[in-house]
């Protein structure tokens, strides 16, 4: 069939019958008990271990200080993600509480599930970022992070350091950098040409595909994995499709709405790994997580998807 | 950094929900002290009907101490683990209490003699004690988490502009610097927030700076 990633659609049908088999048990609780596709995972070039591709952000959803009511929906926003088999979760030291309302509102077993726990040195002190990161690992309750990531280059020659050192001593797994608005693309090309990380992460969404020129092609050519952060330009997008339909093809990548058709879009691009919107409303994360479970879009279909969202 | 690339809604880590939820925890916490500081928007709103400088140099004390608390209960302590720029906020508010505190103290001959820009500016008090709060429980936001002159910040830069404005000479434009750019900033927030009321504090800076010409104007025709 014309739009498809046929080669997608093969992997779905073989990860299907491995579920079936118990060889792929993190994606089990994904599917248990329901015909729901699994969640799509995409490989991480530097191990090739494969991650969850819809992730979750925690900018401004998740720093809600100490409100009781609000810690309580944050918990159910988790617990939806889990269960839908979500795995990275975001935040930065600059996210005010984000990072102490996760360590509240975490389950206990959120590492057992499938957590992929990613943060940000934010410090213009370069000898400050390993007590920074010490303090988010104490905030979070985790005795070590997945992903540590530079935020927005911020004093990025120092931190750089401080992370391969972590990654050498096994006190980290990746590293990386992150940039967002389309911010210093020059200078993050410079630093995926010359450093050793695992991950950058980026803007990118069906508006903002700047990154699509040099960084993606680079970051697949470099075996860099991608996050694409602002995948609904902080809900602007959703807000510009409310209300109208969406188009036929929709169907035929198994999304049911636009801000799902907006993350297929995303994570159907060959370098991206993992696109993290954020919320804070179940029903939200649940749409979410329902996002790329159908065959993936190909370059074909891509195009058309943007021409017709540049319609709205 | 390339700070200039950045709009301020980049830099807001909070929503507005999470904002009137602050503000209402805060005012609950604090409740004996807002019951204070509504009283004491009352009673200044007293004293500077007939402002002397006895008065004006009490109400300039008064208001001095509410910018320290509010550096302190406000910036510190509520809003310091939402927002990264909140301690830098609470040392701005701590420099003008201090700076209050120090025009209370020095003597002052007279307050604004010329009558229009005295009452502008008593009538911008009033907004403060009263057409802030009441503009926003008319605007929707929860009664719980409306703002108070003495505790809130917005409240009490506006009073300070009005109380700056009534102060003679270059003493007012020493006053006017820490509300003036707190009421920007707060727009600014408000506007990230997509609060209808985000207009009010710069409208009241308008309304200081009205007060100011006029006052001016009418020295040189003197």
Redo the contacts between chains.
Sequence with gaps: MPGFDHDRRRLLHAATGLIAAGALPRLAPAVAGSTAPAALTKPIPGSGERLPAIGMGT???F?????AQ?LAVRREILEAFFAAGGGMIDAS??????E?VLGKTLPTDATQRGLIAATKVWT?DGNAGAREIAHSRALWGLPRFDLLQVH?L?AWEAHIETLKAMRAAGEVRWIGMTT??G??HRELERIMAREPIDFVQLTYNIVDRAAEERLLPLARERGIAVIANRPYR?GALPDRAAGKPLPGWGREIGCDTWPQALLTFIVAHPAVTCAIPAT?RVDHMRENMAAARGPLPDAALRRRMAADFAKL | ??WL??SP??LV???R??WL??LA?YNQAHLPIVALGMALGLLLLGITAHATAARLRLALGLLGACWLWIAWAFFHQALT????AADWLAWGFALQGVLLLGAALLPMAQVVEQRWPLSLAWWLLAIAVLGLPLAGFAAGRPWQALGWLGTAPDPTAVASLALAAMAPGHRAWLLLAAPALWCLLSATLLAVFADPLWWLPPAALALTAVSLARRRAQHHTK
């Design positions: 900018w401004i959803t720093n809600v200080g100490d409100d609000a030291p600059m996210y005010g509480s984000a102490a213009s927005n911020l967002s608005h911010r210093r902080r804070s | 950094m390339d690339s950045y809604a980049d880590p909070l929503s929900e999470t939820r602050l925890d683990p939402l927002l990264w």
